[in-house]
């Protein structure tokens, strides 16, 4: 159960290494985001120029009054309890870090700006964590890589021993597949030259048999 657990998640992070690598090289081509969003607050993952960045904004009223002005321009037909999810293409304005190292960096900022200008008493407040995708390709691929490395170091080990590649039985050299698992045992390797019989060539005479397969004719 354990180990059924395990490889599930080794493979959902094998998927997720898929995920970065296949990121990495859209975030060259347009920055995009996949955004999550309900009542006051917004969750963004953005993809920009090799960075992965997790985003996190939320609107704070100083008072009753301002909140019901800024709910007062909402778009009542939709319903802002729920949660609402959306990928967005081409976007233009990035919020990056001021200060990076290797694509790494956080930062806060507060606008007192909304999109729909200025509303007075309201804030929104973002977060933003950014990561170069290659720490995210190695963070979700470091596991699986070695797992797959070990798994074929067993087998290997196990295919020199004699055993069955997936279970270890014990073929003793009896069983052309595994009586426990079925596992069908490799072919040995086919040896091309030592299988090849015997060339019944011709015989061309002493000593010339070499040279007239290859010298050229005059
Ligand atoms: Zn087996």
Redesign the pocket.
């Known amino acids: 159960m354990k180990r059924r657990l395990l490889a599930t998640a080794c493979l959902i992070l094998a998927g997720l290494c898929v995920a970065c690598v296949i990121g990495w090289a859209r975030s060259y081509v347009s920055a995009e985001a996949i955004s999550a969003s309900r009542r006051i607050q917004r969750y963004l993952i953005i993809s920009n120029d090799g960075c992965v960045a997790l985003s996190y904004g939320r609107f704070e009223f100083e008072t009753p009054d301002s909140e019901q002005l800024w709910r007062g321009g909402i778009d009542h037909s939709s319903n802002v309890d729920r949660w609402s999810f959306a990928i967005l293409h081409e976007l233009n304005q990035i919020p990056s870090p001021d200060k990076q190292f290797l694509g790494f960096g956080a930062q806060r900022w507060e606008y007192a700006m909304t999109r729909r200008g200025t509303i007075s008493g309201v804030t929104l407040t973002r977060s933003l964590v950014q990561f170069p995708f290659w720490f995210a390709t190695i963070l979700t691929g470091a596991w699986p890589a070695a797992w797959l490395w070990k798994l074929s170091r067993v087998r290997r080990t196990r295919a020199q021993r004699g055993?069955?590649?997936?279970?270890?039985?014990d073929?003793a050299d009896v069983y052309y597949s595994?009586?426990?698992?079925?596992?069908r045992i490799p072919l040995p390797a086919f040896d091309l030259v030592a299988a090849t019989p015997a060339s019944p060539l011709p015989h061309r005479g002493k000593g010339d048999a070499g040279v007239a397969a290859t010298a050229p004719h005059s």
């Open positions: 055993l069955c590649r997936k279970c270890g039985f073929l595994c009586p426990r698992c079925g596992q």
